[in-house]
């Protein structure tokens, strides 16, 4: 996992090339006035745009991916995502769905907490759990957000 800020002039150090290609074209759009729904932005990377009221985290589930890394924008609001940095007991999880790359948990073994506000960016890579869209300080936030997806193969 990676966390990080697009209004810091450092932004990309120490990041793989094509995560830190990803992150400079993001920074030539306006991300406010981004579209909801899914945006191609080569042949193989893609972002979704969507808007939702964060939630309870214990009324989510959280996810892994395997053949796509998460580069999670927020653009307005705050929002916390749990996560952990310990490799997944996947015999909790649900049966990978390998069209949409996920399995789905409950909860979250040695679980963290990370709160972004707009502009920042955490990166998930295949097999770390996390789950987005939780209430910051127990306080339901409108956002607005945007999930690149990047083939871990780019990597």
Same mark, same amino acid.
């Given at each position: 996992m990676f966390i990080g800020d697009l209004t810091k002039q450092d932004y990309k150090l120490g990041l793989p090339a094509v995560i830190g290609e990803a992150l400079d074209y993001l920074q030539t759009?306006?991300?406010?006035e981004l579209t909801?729904? !899914?945006h191609d932005i080569t042949e193989q990377i893609y972002m979704n745009v969507m808007e939702f009221d964060t939630s309870a985290?214990?009324?989510?589930?959280?996810? %892994? /991916? !395997?053949? $796509? #890394?998460?580069i999670q924008?927020? %653009?307005s609001g705050k929002e916390a995502i749990q996560c952990s940095p310990v490799y997944p007991d #996947?015999?909790? =999880?649900?049966? =990978?769905?390998?069209?949409d790359d996920y399995q789905l948990t409950p909860d979250i073994e040695a679980k963290s907490e990370i709160v972004l506000r707009p502009k920042m960016f955490a990166i998930f890579?295949? $097999?770390?759990? /996390?789950?987005p869209g939780c209430l910051v300080e127990q306080q339901a936030h409108h956002i607005k957000k945007l999930v690149v997806k990047v083939p871990v193969n780019l990597l």
């Open positions: 759009l306006n991300l406010e909801l729904g !899914r985290a214990d009324s989510k589930k959280a996810e %892994i /991916h !395997r053949q $796509y #890394l998460d924008v927020l %653009i #996947l015999s909790l =999880y649900t049966e =990978y769905n390998e069209q890579l295949p $097999y770390e759990p /996390h789950k």
